[in-house]
């Protein structure tokens, strides 16, 4: 099966060893340069836990309760209970 190439690899000895160093040192510095990415993600990552920790804190110190999220089975307030009575005026059939 013919390579194609985009140019012709190099036919000295030493540019090829050359394009083998050049081409160990981009991917050294990829990698380095993930690698500083990753730890600058990771770092904001960890102060925002932390601030929020310190935020849960320092609300809970204060005495803010947080509201459960949803419909609790046991009304705690019977002076919201709106009572009605209604009438079925029609009904839709399928």
């Given at each position: 099966?013919p390579?194609?190439?985009i140019?012709?690899p190099p036919a000295?000895?030493?540019?090829r060893?050359?394009?083998?160093?050049?081409?160990?040192?981009?991917?050294?510095?990829a990698?380095?340069?993930g690698v500083?990415?990753f730890a600058?993600?990771?770092?904001?990552?960890?102060v925002?836990w932390?601030?929020?920790s310190?935020?849960?804190?320092?609300?809970?110190?204060?005495?803010?309760?947080?509201?459960?999220?949803?419909?609790?089975?046991?009304?705690?307030?019977?002076?919201?209970?709106i009572?009605?009575e209604y009438t079925?005026?029609?009904?839709?059939?399928?």
């Amino acid at each position: 099966m013919p390579r194609y190439y985009i140019s012709a690899p190099p036919a000295n000895p030493l540019s090829r060893i050359l394009a083998a160093v050049f081409a160990v040192l981009l991917i050294a510095g990829a990698v380095v340069f993930g690698v500083f990415v990753f730890a600058v993600i990771a770092a904001l990552g960890v102060v925002s836990w932390i601030v929020l920790s310190i935020r849960r804190w320092w609300l809970r110190r204060k005495g803010v309760e947080q509201q459960p999220s949803g419909p609790t089975n046991q009304p705690s307030d019977r002076s919201n209970v709106i009572d009605a009575e209604y009438t079925v005026i029609s009904r839709r059939r399928d």
